[in-house]
């Protein structure tokens, strides 16, 4: 019995290691001179620096506009997502929708499309009409991912608040829209900050549209992320540096609401949503 | 105006808007993509634009890169969808026996979730994978099985982005399954185990049966996931070397804007839609069958 429990606890100790390896080793790469960065073999003991940070935010290859730009993009397709996702996921989940299967379904396989098969149709939509490279081109784009997300984890919350409470205040049209205000929005107060998250935490992690509809205006984290390994090739501290900085943001969220996101993985999984 | 048709109507003017947004935003994107497949667009070329019915289709037929990025579209999808599966059912199997750290353990998990599938692609690149830098290079060499170049040769590079793809999101497999396995009924367990039945048939016949839901579940939100796997692969290799861990993404991402032919990039993309959507389909009609 004690060897194995001695092999469950070292089986769950080493998939801890490998899973927080990266992260754990970007995080001491970012506070080594670069002289220390390439020692080898690496090392573990070394005087910290804050130098790589003080580049990456304020020096010549300074990422702050790109946060900014990624708290723009990722904050107003947040805000339009729940705007239009809590609505439409009540009348999914509670009301007596027509056609209410097929939409849902629908709802469904657009969350499923492949961003490459839509970044070509934007690429040439958006350059038409001349929104490449502006806030508003990049969250329209965004939408098309957000949207169905929420909408199917929001229908998977609301599902779970118990039908009694709002029969009470179904009486008329006003009737509803309070039932939805006063006693579904409350209720459903975690789900619903959950579905902000994981909105934000997509938005902030996406890639393939902020690169190819993006530009020198409109550059997110990510996309300056990226565009220092190939300009800046053998300069592994400050990449380190860089991407931590671009990362602490969705890091720290995570860490909070760590217990909800489990949750929020399950129930967005057993009802079908969840993606990435 | 019966009470019925107020809440067919109010459920209608709560879903219209946002069912708008996505026909405009989603559906009639697609339209376009299919119709730009169905064109000549070279920006490269641009005098030569121009409707060309389905020669982008025809063309796809002897492009040998075609076939091999969709041969490792079906090699990445499958490999990276069982080994999430089979690790984190495993590892879920083997956390529930352990009573202390759980939570530490969902911390840890969380970790490669919330990155960004282009800092995974990053840190592997260069921490993990570099020749000379990076700590599995120092570790193969510690153990004496010499240095690799990861992602420079062709067959170690598509082991590579693999490895990648399984790490980042085996936790997501791993936290369902758990949270299945620990919701799970005790009493049944109890009643194998007066029947002697061992810690296999107990799995096969017990566990299995009862969380073949979450695991379909899985396996579908991981098939979708790694059909559209783009920016770690993007980071790590760009798709190289030459086009050895090209999937169909990566491939209609570099004809359309690498080398601006977007006509036959559409062509390519639709097809992957086309994948994608039938996959999807057949497993939800697994699901529903069950």
């Known amino acids: 019995m004690r060897v194995r429990n001695v092999l469950l606890l070292g089986g769950a100790a080493l998939m801890m290691v490998v899973w927080t390896f990266p992260v754990l080793w970007g995080l001491l790469t970012s506070l080594k001179s670069e002289r220390d960065v390439l020692a080898y073999p690496p090392s573990i003991l070394f005087e910290p620096t804050l130098g790589n940070y003080a580049d990456v935010l304020f020096g010549a290859t300074t990422i702050l506009p790109n946060l900014v730009s990624s708290v723009i993009v990722a904050g107003l397709t947040t805000a339009l997502t729940m705007l239009f996702a809590i609505p439409a996921a009540y009348a999914l989940s509670r009301l007596d929708l027509p056609l209410r299967k097929a939409s849902g379904f629908y709802v469904l396989a657009t969350q499923m499309l492949p961003p490459v098969g839509l970044v070509i149709p934007y690429f040439l939509i958006l350059r038409r009409i001349g929104w490449t490279d502006t806030y508003q081109g990049l969250v329209l784009v965004y939408l098309t991912f957000a949207l169905p997300f929420a909408v199917w984890l929001l229908v998977s919350y609301f599902e779970e608040i118990p039908r009694e409470m709002e029969e009470a205040a179904l009486l008329d049209r006003a009737g509803r829209l309070r039932a939805l205000w006063h006693v579904i929005l409350p209720q459903a107060k975690g789900g619903i900050a959950v579905t902000v998250i994981f909105v934000f935490l997509n938005s902030w992690n996406e890639f393939l549209f902020a690169v190819v509809l993006g530009g020198n205006t409109v550059r997110t984290v990510t996309v300056a992320m990226f565009n220092f390994i190939s300009l800046e090739q053998t300069q592994w501290a400050r990449l380190a540096a860089a991407a931590m900085a671009g990362m602490a943001p969705v890091i720290v969220l995570g860490l909070i609401a760590q217990k909800h996101i489990v949750k929020g993985l399950t129930v967005g999984a057993v009802k079908g949503g969840g993606r990435r | ?290």
């Open chain 2, 1 to 290: 105006m019966n009470r019925r048709t107020g809440e067919r109507q109010f459920a209608l003017a709560l879903f219209l808007p946002a069912l708008l947004l996505l026909v405009v935003t989603t559906t009639l994107p697609l339209v376009y993509l299919v119709w730009t497949s169905l064109q000549r667009i070279d920006l490269s070329m641009p005098w030569l634009t121009g409707f060309a019915g389905l020669a982008n289709y025809a063309q796809l037929g002897g492009d040998a890169r075609f076939w091999s990025s969709l041969g490792l579209t079906f090699v990445y999808t499958g490999s990276t969808v069982a080994l999430q599966v089979a690790v984190g059912l495993g590892l879920a199997l083997l956390v529930m026996q352990v009573k202390a750290g759980q939570g530490l353990l969902r911390v840890a998990a969380i970790l490669p979730i919330v990155l960004a599938p282009v800092v995974a692609g990053l840190f592997w690149r260069s921490l993990v994978l570099a020749p000379d830098f990076g700590i599995l290079d120092f570790l193969t060499r510690a153990l004496g099985l010499g240095s690799y170049n990861w992602l420079g040769d062709p067959q170690l590079a598509l082991v590579s982005v693999i490895a990648i793809h399984t790490w980042q999101w085996t936790p997501f497999a791993f936290l369902v399954l758990l949270a299945s396995l620990a919701a799970l009924p005790p009493d049944v367990y109890e009643a194998a185990r007066l029947d002697r039945a061992n810690a296999w048939q107990r799995f096969r016949h017990i566990t299995l049966p009862l969380l073949r839901p979450a695991i379909v579940i899985v396996v579908i939100l991981r098939m979708v996931t790694a059909l559209s796997a783009f920016a770690a692969i993007f980071a790590a290799t760009g798709g190289g070397p030459g086009s050895a861990t090209e999937i169909l993404n990566l491939y209609a991402y570099r004809l359309s804007f690498t080398e601006l032919n977007l006509g036959y990039g559409a062509a390519v993309a639709t097809v992957l839609l086309l994948i994608t959507l039938a996959v999807s389909f057949g497993l939800f009609a697994l699901r529903k069958a069950r």
